[in-house]
């Protein structure tokens, strides 16, 4: 079965620190590449930060670059978002997907994480 669990949001306050995880099962994470994506109440839903299955490309979205780290690690099948100085304009679902590729395009991405809720107070 495939699956991907976001773990690690919660509500936080504006200049906090939260460390987002989502565990993969299955052919899921092995050989993919890993996103991150977040979706703020009645936006589109936004690219985040991408890794390579070897860790050594990675891409962030301007909002986010300079605070925001993604890794992985590939023995526990799991890809991490490290978010610092966090901002109230962070607020939102933060989901992880696996794909074949580096991208920041949702639709290239084949299997989603349900999700985990960020909030950042002012």
């Known amino acids: 079965q495939v699956q991907l669990v976001e773990s690690g949001g919660g509500l936080v306050q504006a200049g906090d620190s939260l460390r987002l995880s989502c565990a993969a099962s299955?052919?899921?994470?092995?050989?993919?590449?890993m996103g991150w994506f977040r979706q703020a109440p009645g936006k589109e839903r936004e690219f985040v930060a991408a890794i390579s299955w070897s860790g050594s490309i990675r891409n962030y979205a301007d909002s986010v670059k300079g605070r925001f780290t993604i890794s992985r690690d590939n023995a526990k099948k799991t890809v991490y978002l490290q978010m610092n100085s966090l901002k109230p304009e962070d607020t939102a679902v933060y989901c992880c997907a696996s794909g074949p590729y580096v991208v920041t395009m949702s639709r290239e991405y084949e299997y989603w994480g349900q999700g985990t809720q960020v909030i950042v107070s002012s």
């Open positions: 299955g052919r899921t994470f092995n050989g993919y590449a």
